[in-house]
């Protein structure tokens, strides 16, 4: 008679037993620290603590719905029973409708052969890393920046990280470039800043892009390997006050085989769920991302591609939305921005940059050194936790964007909380600054 072994639970065993069974780079790979920190507000929020919360890059849907019009649209599309496969580089209607929108808004005369569609923007990233760097080459980019410090570890990337400072909005110069121009393969710049709020200067960004034609036409003379900019454009639609935002073929046409651009629903369009994203290119470099988006399997879902489609040549509902979008994050913004410049004027060691784009702004709490409860402040994180402990306000360190200096810069994030959210916490800040030694 057969026995019958069930039990109610399986025995996965002790972790040890798998260190030798995982690839270098899974082993290599860490998970994100904003997740991290997001973890951790999560719990203080569950437990009924009282936290301002300026973590997350994401809007509150309570606050910044998507557009109604997009919605509509995705119902009335799942309705028509669009949920079959789209093709692997996007719904023909959406390549063309995102060309006419990048070429309005950008000033750059695009074609549906120019666009490829992805499950968002991280996709793109993804497939232009590996579409173009081979293991050991050269990936340049600034820091603070998004992300880049994750993707040039799934590439086996050879990393050059730009310092940059913050009398250039945290951006990069050309000058900054110029020691690696001749043997890199990719510069990555995100204008409006993802973590900055910061916006790239028109000549800055007009000296980067013909410095890459000028040192391509270098290379055309030996045939060999181009160098390529990738352009982080998700935060286009925020930027505020006398900022402008534009796009580097704008400036430099003939900078034109060598750009890759990107941009997506999740920031203009507050779709950071709905996930669609979209690149600009060569027809060449869309031919080799194409495959690539393709296996990942990482194509934007069909109903909200044809949605997306029919709402942005919706030119009105666009910009009222985007409209209101800017009101509503700068609003915030100014009174984040203004809560701190008044701490600083009446003495206390802070500093923050002017809205300039993007739903961030950069604070600098100058408190490394300081004593607290008996405590030394001797790093960023323990500035963060100390003010997440005492006063409730949650943010992120530029750590967390890949700078090294321990000299008390935090992103701020203001699209899950209200005007009135973040005036109630100033007063917490202060006391917490007037117990300080």
Same mark, same amino acid.
């Given at each position: ?30 998970? =994100? ?94 497939a232009t890393y590996k579409a173009l760097i081979n293991p050991g080459e050269k990936v340049v980019y600034p820091v603070p920046s998004w992300n880049n410090h994750y993707y040039t570890t799934?590439? *086996?990337?050879?990393? /050059? ?18 020691? @690696?121009?001749?043997?890199?393969? %990719?510069?990555?710049? #995100? ?38 900019? %990738? ?11 006398? @900022? ?18 990107? *941009? ?6 507050? !779709? ?21 988006? =393709? @296996? ?10 044809? /949605? ?48 300039? !784009? ?21 790093? #960023? ?18 750590? /967390?964007?890949?700078?090294? /200096? ?32």
């Amino acid at each position: 008679m057969a026995t019958n072994t069930r039990t109610n639970e399986l025995s996965f065993g002790e972790p040890e037993q798998f260190a030798s069974s995982f690839s270098s780079l899974s082993k290599g790979l860490k998970g =994100s620290r904003i997740l991290q920190i997001a973890g951790q507000v999560r719990e203080l929020i569950a437990a009924g603590e009282t936290v301002y919360n300026l973590t997350v890059g994401d809007f509150d849907p309570s606050m910044f719905p998507i557009p109604a019009g997009y919605k509509d649209r995705i119902k009335a599309a799942l309705d028509d029973g669009q949920t079959t496969y789209p093709p692997a580089d996007g719904m023909p209607e959406l390549r063309a409708a995102v060309a006419e929108y990048a070429s309005r808004v950008w000033n750059v005369p695009f074609q549906p052969v120019n666009a490829i569609i992805g499950g968002g923007a991280r996709p793109m990233i993804f497939a232009t890393y590996k579409a173009l760097i081979n293991p050991g080459e050269k990936v340049v980019y600034p820091v603070p920046s998004w992300n880049n410090h994750y993707y040039t570890t799934i590439a *086996d990337a050879n990393v /050059a990280q730009l310092e940059t400072v913050p009398e250039n909005g945290f951006m990069p110069t050309l000058d900054d470039l110029a020691p @690696h121009m001749k043997d890199a393969r %990719l510069l990555v710049l #995100n204008t409006p800043s993802n973590p900055t709020g910061t916006v790239i200067d028109p000549e800055m960004l007009r000296a980067i892009t013909q410095g890459i034609v000028d040192e391509n036409l270098r290379r055309a003379e030996k045939d060999q390997p181009r160098l390529f900019l %990738l352009m982080d454009m998700v935060y286009h639609a925020l930027v505020f006050g006398d @900022h402008r935002h534009v796009h580097p073929l704008e400036l430099v046409p003939a900078a034109a085989p060598w750009v890759i651009s990107l *941009d997506a629903v999740s920031k203009g369009f507050c !779709g950071t769920g709905v996930r669609v994203g979209w690149g600009l290119a060569a027809p060449a470099v869309i031919a080799k991302l194409k495959p690539l988006i =393709s @296996h990942m399997g990482a194509w934007a879902p069909r109903a909200e591609q044809v /949605a997306l489609a029919g709402f942005l040549r919706d030119r009105e509902a666009v910009e009222s939305f985007q409209d209101h979008l800017v009101a509503g994050v700068g609003e915030r913004l100014d009174t984040l921005y203004k809560g701190f410049a008044d701490m600083k004027a009446d003495g206390y060691p802070v500093e923050c940059i002017a809205p300039e !784009g993007a739903v961030f702004l950069s604070l600098r709490l100058n408190w490394i050194g300081k004593n607290m409860d008996g405590k030394a402040m001797e790093s #960023n994180e323990d500035i963060r936790t100390l003010l997440l402990e005492k006063s409730g306000m949650a943010v992120v360190p530029f750590q /967390a964007f890949g700078r090294a /200096a321990e000299d008390g810069w935090f992103r701020m994030s203001v699209g899950a909380v209200t005007s009135d959210n973040i005036r109630g916490m100033f007063p917490k800040v202060r006391a917490l600054m007037d117990g300080m030694r």
